[in-house]
């Protein structure tokens, strides 16, 4: 009886995750329009000073956008990545973050 309600919590709880929104991806690819010139069409970086964002995992591009966006995230690009997502909502960066992770 116990196994049997833990598998019944488990498949409920992957249920559950498997229904949580993703970004979505052709939204992202407008937005990445503002990114293009330093992280190219399609996240591969056009310098090697900026990071290719290309295939990266969705939860960390979204994580970094935040912390930039509250400027938590310090560092060298900072200070031109600060008023890049000063403006993006939550949806905009998780659009943002399936496009680069589908590329």
Known sequence: MVKALRASVLAGGLLLAAGVQAGDVDDGRQLAQQCVKC???????????????????????????????????????AFLMYPETANLSDDDIEDLAAFYAEQ
């Not at 970086?45 to 935040?66: D, R, W």
């Open 39 to 77: 992280h190219g069409t399609t996240g591969k970086a056009t310098s090697k000073g900026y990071p290719n964002l290309n295939g990266q995992n969705a939860a960390y591009v979204e994580k970094v956008l935040k912390a930039y966006r509250d400027k938590s995230r310090k560092g060298a690009l």
